[in-house]
């Protein structure tokens, strides 16, 4: 297997063949779009100051191309009857056609450098063949002569050349070298969370990386710690709703199998015998509604796709609210006020808001002390509907408020399991408020508490 180390590795070597092979295939057509002919014309104007001087000063022909092929020139003449003369370095091809030789003999000037063919990856400036030079007419005395030219690049470049490929060479190398250091610098981190993601899918959710550096791998890093704790939390959520489940079911089946061995006591009164059977009925119908919450739950949490929305009117839901809330009402003097416009419709599943709206008014009912008040207010802002359920209870405590909406937590676990609830309640409100896209808030203080609901009019 290819670690990430070997595979930056290899695109490090692999990017810097390809670029440079892109980068000479471009220079090359540069070169043979815009320099070949000017190059041509350049190397024309220096054989023919060449051709003057030969033709002015005939007897130092001979030492004069010597010389020019010394400074950096190769050198070719060849008069009408083949006879022929190199001066310089020898060219790598010697293919130049008949019909090159006549054209100059002729009197006119050879282009081979304009007309060297295109190549993708063969520059033509380097090339030392005989056809890639320039040809002019040499006039001495009766004889004519066919002289070709072109520069000895090796004479003119060769050290420059060696120079130039030992900095490209070493500037490879080196980049090379520096890039796998400071691949080091990226892998490593990636390493760590690597070997975090194993601890994690271990169940050790006991992490620390490092989340100094500012860049994207540090925010990744944050972003993981973050996700431990997360996760973390939701585990331990996880075994405390397990326990919590355990133990709401355990205690009433323990009193329902204690009870049911008392009443199968034939000697056992008949006034003890009701009595007992009150106790298991109760229990039943804790562990009943238990399990149906339960199973509320767990349908909330696999999804909403299919969940049935109809537009209904707010103001409307909750009258059927109060009414059935009428007698608990009447029985503890709680003065209720409304304040729900008749215009604000929402649209949503309206059986499971309805269950929203008796769950948190239910609680104010069963909270509040004989006397006080609750105020239902709603408005509308920015096409959401905000909902306010206000009492002017004793307030609760704020170190219980974080876990209200957690499951099976009760403020007071005594009177709270002795009225036969279940803790799931405002659980399942906030479950029903996210999946309509909303949200609720609670706050409270010894003069009351405000549950606020914001839900979106779709």
Known sequence: MRTLYVRVFLITVAVIVVSGLL???????????KLKDFNDEKLVGIATEMKQFVEQQPDTMDRYLNNAAALGYEIYVIDGKGNDQFYGREFRGKNLDKQAVDLVLRGEVYHGVAEFPSKPFITGFFDNQLSNTVGVHLQLGSAGYAMFMRPDVILQFGELRIFFALIGAFTVGISILIFLISTRYLVNPIERLSEATKRIAQGNYNLKLPTSRRDEIGQLAEHFMTMSRELERVDQARQQFVSNVSHEIQSPLTSIQGFAQLVADRDLPEQEREHYASIIEEESRHLSLLSKQLLLLSSLEQGHEDLIRT??????????????????????????????????????????????????????????????????????????CVIYIRDTGDGIAAEHLPFLFDRFYRVDRARERSSGRTGLGLAIVQKIIRIHDGTIEVSSSPEGTVFTVILPQM
């Open 23 to 33: 980068g000479f295939f471009l220079s090359n057509i540069y070169y043979h779009a």
């Open 311 to 384: 537009t209904f009117s707010l103001r409307d839901q909750f009258r059927q609210v109060v009414q059935v809330l009428q007698w608990q009402l009447e029985e503890k003097e709680l003065l209720l006020r409304m304040s729900v416009p008749e215009a604000i419709r929402l649209v949503g599943n309206e059986v499971l808001l309805m269950q929203v709206w008796m769950n948190l008014l239910g609680n104010a009912v069963n909270h509040l002390p004989q006397g006080r008040s609750i105020e239902i207010r709603a408005e509308q802002t920015d096409a959401k």
